[in-house]
C-alpha cells in the first residue's frame, strides 16, 4: 500500500502525491482517505483506501516499463480502426481512463498515424494533447528528467523530428 510522500499515478489525471491519509466518518462509519494533489494541475482527491485498486491507482512506471512505452510509439505498421470518429474517441478515452501508460501509449501512436494522414478534429487534437501529457509527466518524474527532453524520446521514438504541436 501506499504511504504520505509516495508519487504514484491516478488514473487519467496523472501523476499524484500521496499528501495524507485521513479517517472521515460517513454515515456513522469511519472510513480511511488517501488525499492525493494531483502534480500538473494541483487538484486534491480523495479516495477510499479501500478502493484504491477499483480506481487504479498504481506506482510510477519503471524503466523497463518506459522502454515498453517507447517501443509502442516506435510501432508504424499498426491498423487504425476506420470506425466512426465518436466510436473511436470513446475506445480512446477508455484507454486514458485505464491510467496504464501502455494504453496511453498506444493512443498517442495511433492518433499519430492518424495525424500524418488527415488532420486531426479538435476533441482528437485534444485528447492526443492529454495523452501526451500524461506520459511526459509519469516518464519525467520517474526518470528525474526534464519534461523538455522526454519531449523529445517521444518525437524520436515517433519518428517526428518538429514538435509536437
Known amino acids: 500500500m501506499f504511504k504520505i510522500g509516495d508519487v504514484v ?3 487519467a489525471h496523472g501523476v499524484s502525491e500521496v499528501e495524507s ?3 472521515r466518518d460517513i454515515s456513522g462509519s469511519s472510513i480511511s482517505f488517501f488525499i492525493l494533489k494531483v502534480l500538473d494541475t494541483q487538484m486534491t482527491v480523495m479516495v477510499p483506501v479501500t478502493n484504491v485498486e ?4 498504481r506506482q510510477l512506471i519503471d524503466n523497463s516499463g518506459i522502454d515498453q512505452v517507447l517501443e509502442i510509439l516506435n510501432q508504424r505498421s499498426v491498423p487504425i480502426d476506420n470506425q466512426t470518429w465518436n466510436r473511436r474517441y470513446r475506445e480512446y478515452m477508455d484507454k486514458i481512463k485505464s491510467g496504464s501508460a501502455f494504453e496511453i501509449a498506444e493512443v498517442l501512436r495511433d492518433l499519430n498515424i492518424l495525424k500524418r494522414g488527415k488532420e486531426l478534429s479538435f476533441g482528437e487534437r485534444k485528447m492526443y494533447d492529454t495523452a501526451r501529457t500524461l506520459l511526459v509527466n509519469e516518464i519525467s518524474t520517474s526518470k528525474k528528467i526534464d519534461k ?4 523529445m524520446m517521444l518525437l524520436e521514438a ?4 518538429e514538435p509536437i504541436s
Open 9 to 11: 499515478v491516478y488514473p
Open 21 to 23: 491519509i485521513e479517517n
Open 54 to 57: 477499483n480506481v487504479g491507482i
Open 148 to 151: 523538455k527532453e522526454v519531449e
Open 158 to 161: 515517433m519518428g517526428k523530428i
